[in-house]
């Protein structure tokens, strides 16, 4: 049963420190997204990558966030330094190659819980 | 960007009872709509999509319906179960353009 692995699933952190979530996406998909869920902004897109190549980040605060994909087997957001308002579930999905057969839709990770303190 | 909405924000419903969900999209380029389940602690999970060129698409359980006169559609589901209660999302995209528009979402109480 593939499924996309996200790591850390809950990661408590004081302001200021560095926070790093990865995502493992299903084998064979190319496109490979990240969100953030709160509360009162409900699922927000964050970046996202096709063949690794990032596509669109403008949901992303460019001045502490960061995502790449070193490989196509692991994508990682970054957020440098972490605020209080970083506080989230952070979810990573990905997508198989368009018409490839299914629904074309997203495959979405258990999430990272993450609190800055 | 435009973006879906959804009319009611939580829903109780009787274990047995038939249960709806309403969706309200605003970009009409939009050409596929999905239903996304999302339980307490865990990431969304596919139910249900529809195409544009279809206006009913049954699953097991499950229903959606698409009226694109009105950019609406919905999500029914059968004799609800408590393991149907959870946060329900529809989403709409452009087909080659892989980036959801979500809603806010409803979340639908399933009283045994």
């Known amino acids: 049963d593939a499924r996309v692995t996200q790591t850390p699933r809950h990661k408590v952190t004081e302001m200021g420190q560095e926070v790093t979530m990865r995502c493992q996406p299903i084998?064979?998909?190319?496109?490979v997204f990240w969100y953030r869920q709160t509360m009162m902004q409900g699922l927000e897109l964050l970046a996202y990558?096709?063949?690794?190549?990032?596509?669109?980040d403008s949901g992303m605060p460019k001045d502490r966030f960061s995502a790449e994909m070193p490989d196509a087997t692991l994508a990682t957001l970054k957020i440098q330094p972490s605020e209080p308002r970083d506080s989230a579930v952070y979810f990573c999905?990905?997508?198989?190659?368009?018409?490839?057969?299914?629904?074309?839709?997203?495959?979405f990770g258990p999430g990272t819980r993450l609190t800055v303190l | 960007g435009e973006s879906v909405g959804l009319h009611l924000p939580t829903l109780s419903v009787q274990e047995g009872d038939n249960s709806i969900i309403n969706c309200a999209y605003s970009?009409?380029?939009?050409?596929?709509f999905i239903w996304y389940k999302q339980e307490s602690g865990k990431g969304p999970q596919f139910i249900i999509d529809?195409?544009?060129?279809?206006d009913k698409r049954q699953g097991q359980r499950v229903t959606v319906l698409l009226n694109k006169t009105v950019k609406h559609l919905s999500l029914q589901i059968a004799a609800t179960q408590p393991g149907d209660s959870a946060v329900y999302f529809c989403?709409?995209?452009?087909?080659?353009?892989?980036?959801?528009?979500f809603g806010t979402g409803t979340r639908l109480t399933v009283i045994p």
């Open positions: 970009n009409s380029a939009s050409d596929y």
């Open positions: 529809i195409r544009s060129n279809m």
């Open positions: 989403a709409d995209i452009q087909t080659g353009a892989n980036n959801l528009f």
């Open positions: 084998l064979g998909h190319n496109t």
């Open positions: 999905a990905s997508v198989p190659p368009l018409y490839s057969g299914g629904p074309d839709t997203q495959y």
């Open positions: 990558f096709r063949n690794r190549a990032p596509l669109d």
